[in-house]
T-cell receptor, first 111, second 112 residues
Framework: GDSVTQMEGPVTLSEEAFLTINCTYT??????LFWYVQYPGEGLQLLLK?????DKGSNKGFEATYRKETTSFHLEKGSVQVSDSAVYFC??????????FGTGTRLQVFP | EAGVAQSPRYKIIEKRQSVAFWCNPI?????LYWYQQILGQGPKLLIQ????????DSQLPKDRFSAERLKGVDSTLKIQPAKLEDSAVYLC??????????FGPGTRLTVL
């Protein structure tokens, strides 16, 4: 069945460092891909999305490109801030429009 | 615009007790979802409603979990009786047609 695999965390970075969180997927058909973020004590928030191959989603300095050839949707940010500390979830939107999530990657950014 | 509302935010119960969670979706959103998020895992869909009808409940443990959305707006998820492994955060989400899912803050359930 459809699935999402994320790199394990925690990812620990200094402020202004470059961030990559890897995400690969297995799916039949052509799903939409998403990154959600969960700040401490809060619910899941959509960070960005891409609906077809080669689309690039971007928001708040984060970017991810839908790579069909490598079945990947890696999250990147050029310069992280302490306020980016959170758990990041990669997800795919299946045919029935339900979301299938990865296990999440905790990001910790230190000053 | 108000977001998805959930209550209670936290609940602690003994095993074999019953518990119910409430969700009020964003106004006008016909599609409503309940997810279970066990610590250290990603959310897993339990049930999906379209208005007051069930679209997908294939992963709902129907021997102990039930959910309803009688008037196509608010929804209630119930567990009876609870087991230790039901300890998790229960997330409600809603969606308008052709839009993405918006999540509530969740209810953290601890079963002792």
């Amino acid at each position: 069945g459809d699935s999402v695999t994320q790199m394990e965390g925690p990812v620990t970075l200094s402020e202004e460092a470059f961030l990559t969180i890897n995400c690969t997927y297995t799916a039949t058909g052509y799903p939409s891909l998403f990154w959600y973020v969960q700040y401490p004590g809060e619910g899941l928030q959509l960070l960005l999305k891409a609906t077809k191959a080669d689309d690039k989603g971007s928001n708040k300095g984060f970017e991810a490109t839908y790579r069909k050839e490598t079945t990947s949707f890696h999250l990147e940010k050029g310069s992280v801030q302490v306020s980016d500390s959170a758990v990041y979830f990669c997800a795919l939107g299946a045919n029935t429009d339900k979301l299938i999530f990865g296990t999440g990657t905790r990001l910790q950014v230190f000053p | 615009e108000a977001g998805v509302a959930q209550s209670p935010r936290y609940k602690i119960i003994e095993k074999r007790q019953s518990v119910a969670f409430w969700c009020n979706p964003i106004s006008g959103h016909a599609t409503l979802y309940w997810y279970q998020q066990i610590l250290g895992q990603g959310p897993k869909l339990l049930i999906q409603f379209q208005n007051n009808g069930v679209v997908d409940d294939s992963q709902l443990p129907k021997d102990r979990f039930s959910a309803e959305r009688l008037k196509g707006v608010d929804s209630t998820l119930k567990i009876q009786p609870a087991k230790l492994e039901d300890s998790a955060v229960y997330l409600c989400a809603s969606r308008a047609p052709l839009d993405t899912q918006y999540f509530g803050p969740g209810t953290r359930l601890t079963v002792l």
